[in-house]
């Protein structure tokens, strides 16, 4: 009949628990007997020293009184007490009677005896020849009489054995250990198998090495299907047009496909980045997305080329942090090659605006044709105002303006850029009105004033009479938040994505689409200059509301050239 695993370990575990005992028995049993053997010598030694003291007493006495004395002395103490000649003849003995003395073997190869007339002192646990019985026996060498003498005192004592009776309670708790791992490794096996039972085939009678056997079956295919899904995801990546790159919280490179390779050079795999790629910029933003910034854009430049990052956080055990780079430099270069085409429009602009505002000047003085100077005044003004904003814009794109921060309250401003509007949207129809609450931000306040501008012209011009326009300011985390909401015209779902670009304008069917286009895209570009975010939220028919978020104080570094 086969026996059940846990028996066998019950067994096994029984068995180990019995060594071990026994083991440890046989040291503290030898760690016992040491120290009783020292004890005892002790006590001996003091009796025979005792003894000797009184040798010359004894051998004053005849033979026999000699021998008698030695067994009074003897019961006395409780020992065997023996008187032993140079030459190894026992001249009294306690335990012999003194007719048999003579039949004595000679004591003077007895070890005792023997360490006792070359050391002074000897001391011995045997059988005794004499009386058969386990004895401890101390002899001390004394000279008296011009001859060597060897007291000698012995204490019968049971054999030294290992404690047998330690025995039966030993393999009585070897046999409770047995039987406790067996319970556990039953109450272990439970709960295993009901953690594997949903995805092994197990009888619910299965042992532990059925169990063991088919979990170890089961996490070798989890392995092999996992690295061949890992292999799959390896190959897929390789095959992505843009570098990705995978890396620990080490900034250890786990991943490189082959467009990484190519974009920043030798990555190999279980270095670290900066090891093989000193690029600053780069391992900035690689420091920015491990410190906890869950999605990071930026550009660096990288042996020429102008490269677009994406990073973004990986919940995972070993990889912590997944690089996107793209190569944008044909977009760079005609990014600059637009905005240097802008800087130059801007420019240009400048001269024949100033012109054409002196020769309607010239017109109204003469009183010709007022309607048409009146006509083209408005549109010079309004060119005038274009070259303008595409000045500001190309100045905030290429990262030259420069802001002057001081302390701003913002509900105060407000209220100045509303009165402004006053009577632009008492013209319109419009009602225009500012709340909230005081806040104090350190800033730019006339960049901040030209945001406030554009959002509230916004929300007067793209509004219908009998409209309203509301201005709120309120404290938010530790900076400001601006909203400005109209009852207006509204905008497409589908163009809201498109509002902030330059020169988009929206096509409505009830207004025609006046401005330049560029209102939206300053204040974008503005707003992120002073460090802060601004959002649309808007349905047409209904109305726009514009929120700007500002921090508490903005920031003076000029930043790179932003993107459009």
Known sequence: ????????????????????????????????????????????????????????????????????????????????????????????????????????????????????????????????????????????????????????????????????????????????????????????????????APWCELPASAETPAVAYEADRRFRKLKEEATRELEACRQALSRVVEGVVLLDREQVVRFANPAALELLGKLPEGEPLWEHCQNPQLLALVGEGLAGAESRHGEVTHQGRTLAVTLTSLQHPVLALGLLVRDISPQARFEAARRAFVADLAHELRTPVTVLGGVLEELKDRGVAPELADMLGRQVKRLSRFAADLEELVRIETGRLQLELAPVELLALAREVAADFAPHAQARGVSLAVGGEPVTITTDRLRLAQVVSNLVDNAIRYNRPGGSATVRVAPHQEGAQLVVEDTGLGIPESEIPLVFQRFYRVRRGEAEATGSGLGLAIVKHLVARLGGRVHLASKLGEGTRVTVELPAKASSELPAPSRP
């Open 1 to 196: 009949m086969a026996v059940s695993f846990r028996f066998r370990l019950a067994l096994s575990v029984a068995v180990l628990a019995f060594g071990v005992g026994l083991v440890v028995l046989f040291g503290a049993s030898s760690q016992w007997e040491r120290a009783h053997r020292r004890e005892k010598e002790a006590h001996l030694r003091s009796a025979a020293r005792q003894l000797v003291a009184q040798l010359p007493e004894l051998l004053r006495v005849p033979p026999e009184t000699r021998h008698r004395r030695a067994g009074e002395l003897g019961a006395l103490m409780g020992l065997r007490v023996t008187l032993v000649a140079a030459d190894g003849t026992v001249v009294a003995d306690s335990r012999v009677p003194y007719a048999h003395l003579p039949l004595l073997e000679n004591h003077g190869q007895r070890p005792e005896v023997r360490r006792a007339l070359e050391l002074g002192e000897g001391s011995a646990h045997r059988r005794s020849a004499t009386t058969g019985v386990f004895t401890w026996y101390l002899a001390l060498r004394t000279e008296e009489q011009g001859q060597a003498w060897v007291v000698r005192v012995a204490e019968e004592e049971g054999a030294p054995s290992f404690p047998w009776l330690w025995l039966l309670p030993l393999a009585a708790a070897s046999a409770g250990v047995g039987w406790l791992a067996q319970r556990l490794l039953a109450s272990w096996q439970r709960e295993i198998y009901q953690h594997l």
